[in-house]
């Protein structure tokens, strides 16, 4: 699994899908008691350099692929790319590209040193969010609310006759920017455009209670509990690279969804005479 969501981030071009599965093992290994010690710390900082100088870069490069090449062709550029990472000649043709995105302020991808790792894994900058509310005034919390209804299956809300407004990236990027091509602000940003400072602390505090009191209902507490775990890695970075109409699917239906294929995958381990989940006690 862990290897899983790393190929599946470098598939979607996304960082934090990558680190997913640390996040499960993780959780789940602090819930069922697990001490972190120095031969863990020390991987992990082997790791966090080989993504500094190789994954990031060649995730950051595969946006330039050209779309449309098909299985064959993204993987063939994709590895052509890695391999000019690992010589100093190749890389040296890719660093005018990179220096490109990092410095380019639209695409929020300036990483400074020496927290320019720590950035990639933090929500999406509010730098540009902030200056823009500052100087023409905040959205109001009018759509706030109606963020929520994106957890209401579309099927249901025709039924009434209620139409969802659009989603807070979306007007965020389209106010900004004056484009649309789903860009990560994240919902720290989106409550800020809505309400500005004033506001931006309690609206937060409301949001992440809503959104661990919808994880404990649904996985219930986090003592040996796998479930919660699962379910924790896969909606964790929600906050970070995604939207408030986000929260709401992913903490109802697709929570739910997830839980049932875990819960079918056990039952069908069970089956096979297969023991996936096994306590001190043996149960």
Known sequence: MLGFTVLQGFWENVRLIMLSGGIAFVTTFLAYGGVIRLKHVLPVAALAVAMQFVIFPLIDLQR???????IGGFLQETF????????SSGRSLQEEQLNNIYYSWD???YYGEP????DRFSPSPLDEVIAYVQDMGNFGGETFLGQFLYAIPNVLLQLFGIERPARGGEILETSILHSFTNMNY????ETYAYFGGFLFIPINLIVLFLYLSGLRLIYGGGR???????GFSTLYFTFCNSDIADIGPQVTIQAVMNLLILIAVILAMGLM???PLRTEAGT
């Open 115 to 118: 927290l320019g790792f720590l």
């Open 107 to 109: 695409t929020r991808l």
């Open 224 to 230: 040996n509990n796998y479930f919660l775990a699962f």
């Open 273 to 275: 005479g297969r023991r």
């Open 186 to 189: 994240g919902v720290f940003a």
């Open 80 to 87: 052509s790319i890695a391999s000019d990472l690992f010589s």
């Open 64 to 70: 330039g692929i050209e779309r449309g090449l098909g």
